[in-house]
């Protein structure tokens, strides 16, 4: 899913100012939207790209990001459901249709690394994701997060999917670094462990999680 405004603000557009026209900002920040892609791919999952389109969006605009999907080698389509409801996603509904009735369709989801396999270390697994996915460079642990690591090892947990916790603004653990950078570090302060689900959770730089709720949540007595 993509929007011109989100692609002008990673082409350094401020958000009061993302009403206005401006391809080249939008040009210049495609590159977020690339890199998403590319990661899609690189699951081997077929990947179609939805321009949610806000009324602001000029057709310049629009038109500029179809071309550019286009000579990247992906497949889009307009989605406007926001505003004119089912009949607004139909361009996207039938593209969707038909990549998954195109035969030979096979779904052959990869995942980065092999699940459950012991020899694949918690820090083996977290740089391969923030290498790869993000794009970073070197990935740092605190005095913290290598003690936790050590012993979530030692408890037997070693050969649990990893699911990191960052930001969802940027490639990088820093929400103000837009675009697509490369050879960033990335920082884990903290890991944590989700027995129960069977995940080893990274914590990068400050992201913080949902927190719990008591046995009793205050919404009960509102």
Known sequence: VATVRALKLHGGVKFEDLDNENVAAMEAGVCNLFKHAENMVR??????????????????????????IKDAGYTCAINTAALEGGEGAVDL????????ETPP???DFTPLYPIGDAN??????????????????????????????????K???????????????SLTDDAKVLGAP?????TVREVRLSAGAGFIVPLTGAVMTMPGLPKEPLATKM
């Open 182 to 186: 490369k050879g960033f570090t990335v």
């Open 120 to 153: 694949w270390t918690i820090k083996a697994k977290i740089e391969k994701i923030c290498k790869e996915i993000y794009g970073a460079g070197e990935v740092v642990y605190t005095a913290e997060a290598d003690k936790q690591i050590e012993q979530y090892t």
């Open 105 to 107: 369709f096979i779904l």
């Open 93 to 100: 509904a039938n593209k969707v249709k038909k990549v998954l």
């Open 43 to 68: 699951y081997k999952v077929p990947v179609i790209i939805s321009i949610n389109r806000f009324p602001s969006d000029t057709d310049a605009e629009v038109l500029t990001l179809k071309k550019l």
């Open 155 to 169: 408890m037997g947990y070693a050969d649990l999917a990893v699911c990191m916790a960052k930001t969802p603004n």
